[in-house]
């Protein structure tokens, strides 16, 4: 059993960043792929980023070239550097470990609000 622990979530203005954290109780290493989701009030949990054991790294189009995922092996952690911040980005973000067997662990979420 794996613990996923967010944090760095917040108040950001419009245009500004933040960068969020996921702390993994196990060896984060032993995932093919991690990543970030969110969900806004009234939608569907989506896909925000993912990054594989190897570094290959996929993104929603939404975010593109705004947002960086990075991961650290060593230190159980993923990260989410998120800059030019939209209103449109306010949402729960939730970290995400999926094993071999597609099962999916997922933290309990950090509150990111855009707003001005």
């Known amino acids: 059993q794996v613990q996923l622990v967010e944090s760095g979530g917040g108040l950001v203005q419009p245009g500004g960043s933040l960068r969020l954290s996921c702390a993994a109780s196990?060896?984060?290493?032993?995932?093919?792929?991690v990543g970030w989701y969110r969900q806004a009030p009234g939608n569907q949990r989506e896909l925000v980023a993912t990054?594989?054991?190897?570094?290959?790294?996929n993104y929603a189009d939404s975010v593109k070239g705004r947002f960086t995922i990075s991961r650290d092996n060593a230190k159980n952690t993923l990260y989410l550097q998120m800059n030019r911040l939209k209103p449109e980005d306010t949402a729960i973000y939730y970290c995400n470990c999926r094993t071999l067997s597609y099962f999916n662990y997922w933290g309990q979420g950090t509150q990111v609000t855009v707003s001005s």
């Open positions: 990054i594989t054991n190897i570094g290959t790294t």
């Open positions: 196990g060896s984060m290493s032993s995932f093919p792929a």
